[in-house]
């Protein structure tokens, strides 16, 4: 059955602006399940919000709706989506606005928990679910209301393996109940022998197939120098008046031009690992880790210690790319020419007078990273950095990260999957509350 | 299927006296928040007095009262630099009074969210205000924990980026603008962004699909408030 048809759709963001989309055509059948690729800033947030009919600028072209259709759209980052503050209460706001009997409600809600597979209180705070949990909660909060249509914006950045999984076992049952779904990928591959059709979206328009980009530069394989730039005695991550996150039972050390992979599920304590490295972690018990030697403490490294964290677009403010990039070198007194080198290699000349503000999310993402690393601290730390990028925009990932390492830098990675085929020295991985490393065959010996 | 493991609890419907509660204390809070501007000096010493039950029955509610002095402290010193470099050391006790109020103008307000629900607050003002207008209070209240861990980070972001934002050099009022600049203005940015993205994701629930909506009733919760 047709649920939904776009014909001919063009659309751009005003006059004078790139068509996003050109004379493109889609048709939804219900039952069935796509998976929508493209580059990073090829508009495929903008599609899903088109065919939920939730597109607030004006378009060409025909749209059809099978009438009463009731879509839902989870949109790729859950925490901008949250509204309410109880688990209960976030699923129920689409049934509230539907204007249902408030007794009909908590029986619906826990349905759609039990859907999700999310088995949590309808009293419980949402700020105690992981990522992954919270992004189910999203889909609980579209499913209670039974749409028709399901749209899931880039879930694999979101969610680590174990949530994939349960995210496909979802996702069969919806598509074998009759619910169409259509997901927006960078990693389709993942979600192989669920989808019926896999489309590409790029010059604005959708044809059958997968986007593939070659991914040309890779991260080089480098020997570590002997000066040690982080070490800890064994130690219980710990919130004051918190059970142990996780233990370390193992010292750990990096030295320096080290790779370092930080890796655990959503929810596992990476992040705050990374804080406490960089000394803005509080309410923590204190920890038996020193960073060139020193207890952390925010801002007592100067220019040896950079942090990216999650959503490095959030530190943006200047008026230019340029005056973002020069920001750290002014402060530390650094060559101002640096800024203008780094962006001359990573492509983004043409962008250096534009204000950061107005560029796609991928060129932003660079920009943070770029106002790091032109300053070349000593150690990096990477909270996710590769989330919702393609190859293209890892290639300048890994372009950035190989210069530094030349010159020394010992560079720490966290990701909620490992990073295959990585030249790491280490990894850290935490599971089931513990912390253990493993090492590179030649660090093995080194560290024996 | 493999599931998260939490125990699953049967929410029960709120009480008809639970909405009473709520609606009194929202007067209340907004008559004694006025009063901390409008009240003579002489009567502070009582609405100090009414102020510091409430907080005594917020922290029995477990509401956390960290965030709101941690800011107080924050804007006693700003206070008192400002008058210092204004009118020098005559009327630093006018600026701790200024202080004083403002912390007494925010304490009921602390109160209000510590011991009741904001959806009990929505409901509540849905039936004074429209739907959308009451919407819009009690995403701006739920937003509010969202927005200071936001100001948090990005604050930490900036001052490893070589800021001059540490505690010590805000010190020196030259250094107040880089705090505005590289702090609020980004922070700024990303609560239009958040609103816009709040817009749509509600959109997203059907928002605006009936001209009447229907509440959600919490269960009931520990403290027997909310």
Same mark, same amino acid.
């Given at each position: 059955?047709?649920?939904?048809?776009?014909?001919?759709?063009?659309?751009?963001?005003?006059?004078?602006?790139?068509?996003?989309?050109?004379?493109?055509?889609?048709?939804?059948?219900?039952?069935?399940?796509?998976?929508?690729?493209?580059?990073?800033?090829?508009?495929?947030?903008?599609?899903?919000?088109?065919?939920?009919?939730?597109?607030?600028?004006?378009? #060409? *072209?025909?749209?059809?709706?099978?009438?009463?259709?009731?879509?839902?759209?989870?949109?790729?980052?859950?925490?901008?989506?949250?509204?309410?503050?109880?688990?209960?209460?976030?699923?129920?706001?689409?049934?509230?606005?539907?204007?249902?009997?408030?007794?009909?409600?908590?029986?619906?809600?826990?349905?759609?928990?039990?859907?999700?597979?999310?088995?949590?209180?309808?009293?419980?705070?949402?700020?105690?679910?992981?990522? *992954?949990?919270?992004?189910?909660?999203? /889909?609980?909060?579209?499913?209670?209301?039974?749409?028709?249509?399901?749209?899931?914006?880039?879930?694999?950045?979101?969610?680590?393996?174990?949530?994939?999984?349960?995210?496909? /076992?979802?996702?069969?049952?919806?598509?074998?109940?009759?619910?169409?779904?259509?997901?927006?990928?960078?990693?389709?591959?993942?979600?192989?022998?669920?989808?019926?059709?896999?489309?590409?979206?790029?010059? *604005?328009?959708?044809?059958?197939?997968?986007?593939?980009?070659?991914?040309?530069?890779?991260?080089?394989?480098?020997?570590?120098?002997?000066?040690?730039?982080?070490?800890?005695?064994?130690?219980?991550?710990?919130?004051?008046?918190?059970?142990?996150?996780?233990?370390? #039972?193992?010292?750990?050390?990096?030295?320096?031009?080290?790779?370092?992979?930080?890796?655990?599920?959503?929810?596992? *304590?990476?992040?705050?690992?990374?804080?406490?490295?960089?000394?803005?972690?509080?309410?923590?018990?204190?920890?038996?880790?020193?960073?060139?030697?020193?207890?952390?403490?925010?801002?007592?490294?100067?220019?040896?210690?950079?942090?990216?964290?999650?959503?490095?677009?959030?530190?943006?403010?200047?008026?230019?790319?340029? %005056?973002?990039?020069?920001?750290?070198?002014?402060?530390?007194?650094?060559?101002?020419?640096?800024?203008?080198?780094?962006?001359?290699?990573?492509?983004?000349?043409?962008?250096?007078?534009?204000?950061?503000?107005?560029?796609?999310?991928?060129?932003?993402?660079?920009?943070?990273?770029?106002?790091?690393?032109?300053?070349?601290?000593?150690?990096?730390?990477?909270?996710?950095?590769?989330?919702?990028?393609?190859?293209?925009?890892?290639?300048?990932?890994?372009? /950035?990260?190989?210069?530094?390492?030349?010159?020394?830098?010992?560079?720490?990675?966290?990701?909620?999957?490992?990073?295959?085929?990585?030249?790491?020295?280490?990894?850290? %991985?935490?599971?089931?509350? /513990?912390?253990?490393?493993?090492?590179?065959? #030649?660090?093995?010996?080194?560290?024996? | 299927?493999?599931?998260?493991?939490?125990?699953?609890?049967?929410?029960?419907?709120?009480?008809?006296?639970?909405?009473?509660?709520?609606?009194?204390?929202?007067?209340?809070? !907004?008559?004694?928040?006025?009063?901390?501007?409008?009240?003579?000096?002489?009567?502070?010493?009582? !609405?100090? @007095?009414?102020?510091?039950?409430?907080?005594?029955?917020?922290?029995?509610?477990?509401?956390?009262?960290?965030?709101?002095?941690?800011?107080?402290?924050?804007? !006693?010193?700003?206070?008192?630099?400002?008058?210092?470099?204004?009118?020098? @050391?005559?009327?630093?006790?006018?600026?701790?009074?200024?202080?004083?109020?403002?912390?007494?103008?925010?304490?009921?307000?602390?109160?209000?969210?510590?011991?009741?629900?904001?959806?009990?607050? @929505?409901?509540?003002?849905?039936?004074?205000?429209?739907?959308?207008?009451?919407?819009?209070?009690?995403?701006?209240? $739920?937003?509010?924990?969202?927005?200071?861990?936001?100001?948090?980070?990005?604050?930490?972001?900036?001052?490893?980026? @070589?800021?001059?934002?540490?505690?010590?050099?805000?010190?020196?009022?030259? $250094?107040?603008?880089?705090?505005?600049?590289?702090?609020?203005?980004?922070?700024?940015?990303? !609560?239009?962004?958040?609103?816009?993205?709040?817009?749509?994701?509600?959109?997203?629930?059907?928002?605006?699909?009936?001209?009447?909506?229907?509440?959600?009733?919490?269960?009931?919760?520990?403290?027997?408030?909310?």
């Amino acid at each position: 059955m047709r649920l939904i048809e776009l014909d001919g759709v063009n659309f751009n963001y005003g006059s004078g602006q790139p068509w996003i989309f050109r004379d493109l055509d889609f048709r939804l059948e219900s039952g069935s399940c796509h998976c929508i690729t493209g580059p990073t800033g090829s508009g495929k947030s903008t599609l899903l919000q088109l065919i939920a009919g939730l597109l607030s600028r004006p378009f #060409e *072209g025909g749209v059809f709706r099978r009438q009463g259709l009731l879509t839902g759209l989870v949109m790729q980052d859950p925490q901008v989506q949250l509204l309410r503050q109880t688990v209960g209460a976030e699923v129920a706001f689409a049934l509230e606005n539907l204007a249902l009997a408030t007794e009909q409600m908590i029986p619906m809600v826990q349905r759609a928990l039990r859907r999700v597979g999310l088995f949590v209180s309808l009293d419980c705070p949402i700020s105690n679910l992981s990522l *992954g949990q919270k992004y189910r909660l999203m /889909m609980a909060a579209q499913l209670v209301c039974n749409p028709t249509v399901l749209l899931l914006d880039e879930p694999w950045a979101q969610l680590d393996d174990r949530g994939v999984e349960e995210l496909i /076992m979802v996702i069969r049952g919806l598509v074998a109940d009759g619910i169409a779904v259509v997901i927006s990928e960078h990693n389709p591959r993942s979600f192989d022998g669920l989808v019926d059709h896999f489309w590409q979206l790029a010059d *604005g328009q959708l044809k059958p197939g997968i986007y593939r980009t070659q991914h040309a530069i890779p991260l080089k394989a480098m020997s570590c120098g002997d000066e040690v730039i982080v070490d800890t005695d064994s130690f219980d991550y710990r919130f004051v008046g918190d059970s142990p996150l996780f233990s370390c #039972e193992q010292p750990l050390q990096v030295r320096r031009g080290e790779l370092v992979t930080l890796i655990g599920d959503n929810g596992a *304590g990476k992040s705050s690992l990374m804080k406490s490295l960089a000394g803005i972690q509080s309410n923590t018990v204190a920890l038996p880790i020193r960073v060139f030697g020193e207890r952390p403490k925010a801002g007592a490294y100067g220019a040896r210690l950079g942090l990216l964290m999650q959503r490095p677009v959030r530190q943006l403010f200047e008026n230019s790319v340029l %005056d973002e990039i020069s920001f750290s070198l002014k402060r530390f007194e650094l060559p101002l020419e640096n800024a203008a080198a780094l962006l001359q290699d990573l492509g983004l000349e043409a962008f250096a007078k534009q204000s950061p503000h107005k560029l796609s999310y991928g060129q932003q993402h660079l920009v943070a990273l770029a106002s790091l690393v032109c300053y070349q601290p000593q150690l990096l730390l990477l909270d996710d950095p590769m989330a919702g990028l393609d190859a293209e925009y890892f290639d300048r990932f890994c372009l /950035m990260v190989n210069r530094l390492r030349e010159r020394g830098t010992a560079v720490i990675v966290s990701s909620h999957r490992p990073l295959r085929q990585l030249p790491v020295s280490q990894q850290w %991985d935490i599971a089931d509350g /513990m912390l253990t490393v493993s090492y590179a065959l #030649e660090e093995a010996y080194y560290a024996s | 299927m493999p599931v998260s493991h939490f125990s699953r609890s049967q929410a029960t419907p709120i009480s008809s006296r639970s909405l009473w509660f709520a609606g009194t204390a929202m007067v209340l809070a !907004l008559l004694l928040s006025s009063a901390a501007f409008f009240v003579p000096q002489v009567y502070l010493p009582w !609405l100090a @007095g009414i102020d510091a039950l409430l907080v005594l029955h917020g922290v029995i509610n477990k509401g956390n009262l960290g965030g709101l002095l941690r800011y107080i402290l924050l804007q !006693l010193l700003f206070t008192m630099v400002l008058y210092l470099a204004i009118h020098g @050391g005559n009327q630093v006790g006018q600026g701790v009074m200024a202080v004083a109020r403002i912390l007494l103008a925010l304490l009921p307000g602390w109160w209000l969210t510590s011991t009741v629900s904001a959806e009990a607050i @929505g409901e509540l003002l849905s039936k004074v205000m429209p739907s959308k207008w009451a919407f819009v209070i009690v995403a701006s209240i $739920n937003l509010l924990p969202f927005m200071v861990n936001e100001a948090r980070e990005i604050y930490q972001l900036q001052l490893l980026r @070589g800021a001059r934002i540490s505690p010590k050099q805000l010190l020196n009022p030259r $250094n107040w603008s880089e705090l505005c600049y590289c702090v609020l203005f980004p922070l700024l940015v990303q !609560l239009l962004k958040l609103a816009q993205q709040t817009a749509t994701a509600a959109r997203a629930r059907h928002f605006g699909h009936k001209s009447r909506r229907t509440h959600w009733r919490p269960g009931q919760s520990e403290n027997g408030n909310k």
